[in-house]
């Protein structure tokens, strides 16, 4: 990925900064893997603990983490975004407990250490040029026996490939196949992406983190952007949720869904 494909995926989150707390980033499908990461980070750290969120996006993440005691260093590569999640915690009165600062993934050397946990929700390491360099960086800003809980789009997402096969968009269906950078639309903008598989991505951190679980997200009900079929369905796709949460951790479940959450700890 080079500084250009940086820019052009800054300027797609800056486009959408405005209005992504509504159902583009944030909708009912959304919310509910983010409850996932919510009561994970929870239950590794407890209340107290230094946090750094990467890819904080309008800082949902920040300012509940914030609520519940936790320091948070909010981080992202958009500048609107940025602006977004210093004003949301202005106004939710914890300004004092979230700083939000313009660093990119990739600039994770401009931060100083000491971190007792970093988080990272909804993709924006499927966003990193290089994540070697992102992962050296993360055991240099983590004390030893910290956590990281990363979620990540994963590459094999069931209702995403039989959607687009169904609508005949036979590219689209095949994208998360890509080996290595790919474009993906949003807002006449291009964000360029890489998909992972949770082992492949775990091996990157591998000689700093040793692994401790991860677990598919959104595997049996319908990806964020399927919404509006989930309002129609609605009982059906919460019994669909309910699957997710029951077996979305079990041994080749955990490799599929549109995310997976892995938590991983410092050595
Ligand atoms: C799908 S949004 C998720 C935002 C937020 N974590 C949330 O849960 O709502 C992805 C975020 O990653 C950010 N991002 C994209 N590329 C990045 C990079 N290279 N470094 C840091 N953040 C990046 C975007 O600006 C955007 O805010």
Redesign the pocket.
């Known amino acids: 990925m080079d500084e250009s494909q940086?820019l052009d995926?800054?300027r797609a989150?800056?486009s959408v900064?405005a209005d992504?707390d509504g159902p583009r980033?944030?909708n009912e499908l959304?919310q509910r893997m983010?409850l996932t990461l919510w009561s994970t980070v929870r239950n590794e750290l407890p209340a107290g603990s230094r946090l750094l969120?990467?890819?904080?996006?309008?800082g949902?993440?920040a300012v509940e983490f914030a609520q519940r005691g936790y320091q948070v260093t909010a981080?992202?590569?958009?500048p609107r975004?940025v602006e977004r999640t210093h004003a949301r915690a202005a106004a939710a009165g914890v300004e004092t407990q979230v700083k939000a600062v313009h660093?990119?993934?990739?600039?994770l050397d401009q931060l100083e250490g000491g971190f007792d946990g970093i988080y990272?929700?909804?993709?924006?390491l499927n966003?990193?040029?290089d994540m070697g360099a992102v992962a050296t960086q993360c055991a240099r800003l983590l004390r030893p026996g910290g956590k990281l809980v990363f979620s990540v789009i994963g590459r094999i997402c069931p209702w995403e490939f039989g959607y687009y096969l169904f609508k005949g968009r036979i590219k689209r269906a095949y994208v998360r196949a890509a080996r290595g950078v790919t474009p993906v639309g949003m807002n006449r903008h291009t964000?360029w992406t890489q998909y992972y598989l949770p082992r492949e991505f775990y091996r990157t951190f591998a000689p700093h983190f040793a692994l401790d679980n991860y677990r598919a997200l959104s595997l049996f009900m319908p990806p964020p952007y399927l919404v509006d079929f989930y309002r129609r369905h609605r009982n059906g796709c919460e019994r669909l949720g309910r699957l997710d949460d029951r077996l979305g951790a079990l041994p080749l479940l955990r490799d599929m869904g549109d995310h997976f959450l892995i938590v991983m700890h410092r050595r």
């Open positions: 940086l995926t800054q989150f800056d900064a992504y980033g944030n959304i983010r969120d990467l890819g904080c996006g309008t949902i993440d981080s992202d590569w958009s975004m660093v990119g993934v990739h600039q990272s929700n909804f993709g924006p966003c990193a040029p964000i």
